[in-house]
């Protein structure tokens, strides 16, 4: 026998004995559980354990439920305190990134990816969560307008007007370069189960105000995408727009296969809480 050859199976005999050492270990914990939930969890176990050593290629979405409830759940929060607050998916990128380091949760980049798609999937909010609930429920009603997932791409538009420029960096902004007038908005793209087209949403806005002029999108920037590409975040801008102080504007989108969406502002749009 090769001296590679015995390599390989004292490897795969580790691999072996840790799973069933794994799935030992779960047996025993939930000794309280039937046989069959206790075996159902063991193997959920052992189907972690080997996804994260990289010998599984993916997870079925019970055993990235395991993953996420053993690791989050029990060894940092209970549930309620992560469940009852769903953030975009820029944030929970954010957070899993924050909380998966050696001294808290303690994710492996792999671990890190599953859970941070669970939480996008099943706790994920349209809009920015970190502000203040004052300014919130104000974005909410003046700002934020939403087409609310006609088909499976949910479309989510925050205009963001010059004098309520420091609401950008809660929003995901940290810089927009320079603008003369104009207008912008922070576009969330979320869609639970295709991907989002790659667009250039630049080609595809127009800006209508009420008296009948109209702008094209000057710029489309990308600020956050997945890498399953179920959700994308971006600021869309209109140098030339020119917003009226009274009245009402609209932003029209011509989305390849799916037609127009229509977003309406009035106004006046007051200012914001302190």
């Not at 007007?161 to 609401?167: D, G, I, Q, V």
């Not at 995901?172 to 207008?183: C, D, H, K, L, N």
């Not at 087209?197 to 000057?218: E, F, K």
């Not at 917003?243 to 007051?270: D, H, K, N, S, Y």
Request: with cysteine; glycine share 8%.
């Amino acid at each position: 026998m090769s001296s590679r050859l015995k390599a390989l199976l004292a490897t795969a005999a580790i691999v072996v004995a840790l799973v069933a050492a794994a799935a030992l270990a779960a047996i025993l914990a939930l000794a309280e559980q039937s046989p069959a939930a206790a075996l159902d969890a063991a193997r959920q176990m052992a189907a972690v354990f080997l996804y994260e050593r990289g010998v599984v290629g993916e997870l079925t979405p019970g055993q990235t439920a395991r993953l996420y409830r053993d690791r989050c759940t029990r060894k940092c929060h209970g549930k309620d305190v992560i469940e009852g607050k769903p953030r975009t998916a820029a944030e929970w990128d954010a957070v899993v990134s924050r909380m998966g380091a050696p001294d808290r949760a303690g994710l492996g980049d792999r671990a890190a990816g599953a859970v941070t798609r669970h939480l996008q999937t099943h706790f994920l909010s349209n809009v920015p969560t970190v502000l203040p609930d004052a300014v919130m429920r104000f974005v909410r009603q003046h700002l934020w307008r939403s087409d609310f997932g006609e088909g499976d791409l949910f479309l989510d538009l925050i205009h963001v007007p010059r004098e309520h420029a420091r609401l950008l960096p809660y929003l995901g902004v940290r810089e927009i370069g320079p603008q003369s007038g104009g207008a912008i908005f922070v576009v969330f793209l979320n869609t639970h189960r295709g991907s989002v087209p790659p667009w250039d949403l630049a080609q595809m806005a127009t800006l209508q105000a009420g008296d009948g002029r109209s702008s094209r999108a000057s710029g489309w920037k990308v600020l956050y995408g997945d890498a399953q590409q179920h959700h994308r975040q971006g600021l869309l801008s209109f140098d030339d727009a020119n917003i009226p102080q009274a009245g009402e504007f609209e932003v029209r989108m011509e989305l390849p296969g799916l037609g127009t969406r229509a977003f309406l502002w009035r106004l006046p749009i007051p200012a914001p809480p302190p």
